[in-house]
């Protein structure tokens, strides 16, 4: 069974983004940062998005830009593909 970390979520004037239980960053370009957790997978959407550090053996990422949105996507068995597909449709 997979270790379970605890995460933390820190938005600070929501330009500034610390997060723990990270365990790897699946894609990001300037607008969109999706990222795995031990809580499922984290959509960030904003502008001019930059990850400032990442530290997957501590489960640590920091990014900053204008965040608009954190949506949460629960890990489901069917592909992941289907799931971000409902995510986006």
Not at 32 to 48: A, E, F, K, P, Y
Not at 67 to 80: E, T
């Amino acid at each position: 069974m997979e270790e379970r970390r605890e995460q933390k979520l820190t938005l600070t004037s929501r330009n500034a983004l610390t997060l723990t239980g990270v365990r790897h960053v699946d894609s990001f370009d300037n607008h969109h940062i999706i990222l795995n957790t031990d809580l499922g997978s984290l959509l960030i959407r904003g502008h001019d998005l930059k990850i400032q550090q990442l530290d997957l053996d501590q489960g640590e990422f920091v990014a900053s830009g204008e965040i608009d949105a954190l949506l949460y996507h629960q890990r489901v068995k069917s592909s992941r593909a289907s799931g971000w597909k409902k995510l986006w449709g």
